[in-house]
C-alpha cells in the first residue's frame, strides 16, 4: 500500500531536481503555490508550498537540498558519512563523538525499541547485510546461515546497548550496526517542517516517498490523504489530515531480496532474524513523525496480535494494519476518520 495526495510524485532520472512553478490559486500578488522535487537518499522528496513569496521559495529550495544532502550522506551506514564512521568506531571498540542531531535520533530510537518490545530495532545492520537488504550489496543467492543470524540474535544488538558519554557514543555489544532506515525519514520530516516554519511558511505539505506531514491547510481546506491497496495499487480509502499531522506507511512490499524465487521484506523481526512475512502495511497518523516512523515499523513486526499492544504502548490513536490475508486491523479513531472508497 502507498499513498497518494494531491502531490503527485513525478519520475526523473536527475538525482537532484528542483522544479517547478505551480499555479496560483487565488494568491496575493506576491505570492503564488510552488512545488519543489528533490531526490535523496533513493526517494522522490515532493515539497508543495502554498502562497509563498519568491524569497520564500528561494530559501527554502536552498535549505532542504542542503539539508537532504548532508542527511544522504551522514544518516545512511552503507555510505562513508557520519553514521558509517560511527559503526566503525563502535565496532572496534571505541568511544565516538556523535553530533547532537543524530545522537537525539539514536537515543530516540532506543526509547522505542524499550517502548516496543524490541519488535522497532535500529541496531539490526548487521543482520540487513545478511541478508543482502542494503543496496550495495549484490542479491544474495541463498539465504542467510541460521548460524550466522543466531550469533548476531544471541548477543542481542541494538540501540538500547549504546551508553553515551554525554554525546559520545560506544558499546559492548560485538554486534550492534546502527541502521536508521526504521525512522530516517520521519526524522527528515521532522526537519523540513522545521526549515519550512523557520522561513514563515505556514501552509505546506513534504512528501518523502510518499509518507507526508501537512502544515497548516491546502487553500483553506485540509489535506486529503488517499490510501491504496496493497494488493492492486488502487485507492481503497481517503483520510483529512489536519495542520502538523503527518502520515506514514511502512510497507513490506516496498523493498526486498528475492532468493530461490521467493521474496524476502527489508523489515526484520528482531526475535527470528527473519523478514517479516504476516503483516503487509501499517499506516499511522500522529503528529510527531518521528514516533509515527518507528511505530510503523513496530506494527509491520508485531503484526495483528499486538496491535492493540503496540499502538497502546506508543500513544497511537490513529492506525491501521493490513496482514498478509487482506484483514484490516484499525484503531477506532482511524475508522471514524477513513472514507472508503466503493
Ligand atoms: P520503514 O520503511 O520505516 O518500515 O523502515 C524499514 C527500514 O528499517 C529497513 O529498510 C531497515 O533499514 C530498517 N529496519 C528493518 N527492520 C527493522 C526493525 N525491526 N526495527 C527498526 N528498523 C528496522
Ligand atoms: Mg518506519
Redesign the pocket.
Known sequence: MSRVSGVQVRKRGMRWVLAAALTLYGCGPQQQDQRLDFYAFGTEISVTLYSVTAKQTLLATEQLQSHYADVGHNWYPWRRGELHAINTAMRSGSRVDVSPRLAGIIRRAAEFELISGG????G?GRL?ELWG?HEISATPSALPDNADIAAILADRPGAVRIDWDQNRAGTRSDFVML?????A?GAILEDSVTILRELGITDAIINIGGDLTVLGNVRGRPARIGIRSPSNRSPIASLSIDDGETV?T??IY??FVEIDGRRYA?????ATGYPVDHSVSATIVHVDPVLA??A???L??GGADEFDALTRAFGIDVALLIDSSGDVRLTQSMRERLHWIE
Open positions: 519488535r522497532f530495532n535500529a539490526l540487513t537488504l541502521d536508521l532506515g526504521g525512522i525519514k506514514v511502512s510497507g516496498e523493498r527489508h523489515i526484520l523481526d528482531p516512523d518507528a510503523a515499523t513496530a509491520i513486526v
